[in-house]
């Protein structure tokens, strides 16, 4: 279920800022977050985030079509390795 629309959408103020900051200083250096739930708004657009995957981070550039997605959508938290068979490590024999 998502969340209300008379709360609006879910934006960590403090990402908001930094990502005024670098529109003002023009830096392409990527904005560090570990705010996977936050939604990605139209401020984001053009913006270098590294995202937190519980591991390590995870570089994503925001696009037009993003706007209205969480930012934890874009940075998975599992590795696929593949499901078993002959060829698969560690496979059964």
Not at 3 to 16: A, W
Not at 21 to 34: A, F, L, Q, Y
Not at 38 to 51: D, H, L, R, S, Y
Request: charged share 30%; net charge positive.
């Amino acid at each position: 279920m998502g969340r209300s629309l008379k709360k609006g959408p879910y934006v960590v103020e403090r990402l908001l800022e930094k990502a005024v900051k670098v529109d003002v200083t023009g830096s392409r250096e990527p904005i560090k977050t570990w705010a996977r739930s936050c939604t990605i708004v139209p401020e984001f657009i053009g913006k270098n985030f590294a995202i937190h995957n519980g591991k390590n981070f995870i570089k994503l550039y925001v696009t037009e079509d993003m706007v209205g997605h969480k930012l934890g959508e874009f940075a998975p938290t599992r590795t696929f390795r593949s499901h078993g068979g002959k060829s698969a490590k560690g496979a059964r024999k």
